[in-house]
């Protein structure tokens, strides 16, 4: 489809995401079994699993950050600072904003913001 030739597959209809829809069952399963047509990401053997499973969420965080424009004189608000927000306030520093804010609740996650960004 358009979507999936100009690499935006996240937007395809129908857009399955294996092991969340009822496409395939479940995505614990030391194996899956994939329709033929599925596109799937093999992780290298020398990435470790634990940091393997940080890779889609950053990279939803760093789209976010994208697709927000980031210039050099604004000021950036993180509202939140959970996986996907920590992701974005380390995204959003390699951007150089004039200012770069993060919000939570609890400063144990304040701690970690500031550490990435």
Same mark, same amino acid.
């Given at each position: 489809c358009e979507?999936?030739?100009?690499?935006?597959?996240?937007? /395809?209809?129908? @857009?399955? $995401?294996?092991?969340?829809?009822?496409?395939? +069952?479940?995505?614990?399963?030391?194996?899956?079994?994939? #329709?033929?047509?599925?596109?799937?990401?093999?992780?290298?053997?020398?990435?470790?699993?634990?940091h393997?499973?940080?890779?889609?969420?950053?990279? /939803?965080?760093? @789209?976010? $950050?994208?697709?927000?424009?980031?210039?050099w +004189?604004?000021?950036?608000?993180?509202?939140?600072?959970? #996986?996907?927000?920590?992701?974005?306030?380390?995204?959003a520093?390699?951007?150089?904003?004039?200012?770069l804010?993060?919000?939570?609740?609890?400063?144990w996650?304040?701690?970690?913001?500031?550490?990435?960004?």
């Open positions: 979507y999936c030739k100009t690499g935006n597959y996240q937007v /395809c209809d129908p @857009h399955h $995401v294996y092991g969340f829809h009822k496409v395939t +069952n479940g995505a614990m399963a030391e194996y899956m079994i994939y #329709p033929k047509n599925a596109l799937v990401h093999k992780v290298p053997s020398e990435v470790d699993p634990f393997a499973a940080f890779v889609e969420p950053l990279a /939803c965080s760093l @789209h976010c $950050v994208e697709l927000g424009n980031i210039q +004189n604004d000021v950036v608000v993180v509202s939140g600072c959970g #996986p996907l927000g920590l992701g974005m306030v380390a995204g520093k390699l951007k150089q904003p004039k200012c804010i993060a919000l939570d609740l609890f400063d996650k304040l701690d970690i913001a500031k550490k990435a960004g």
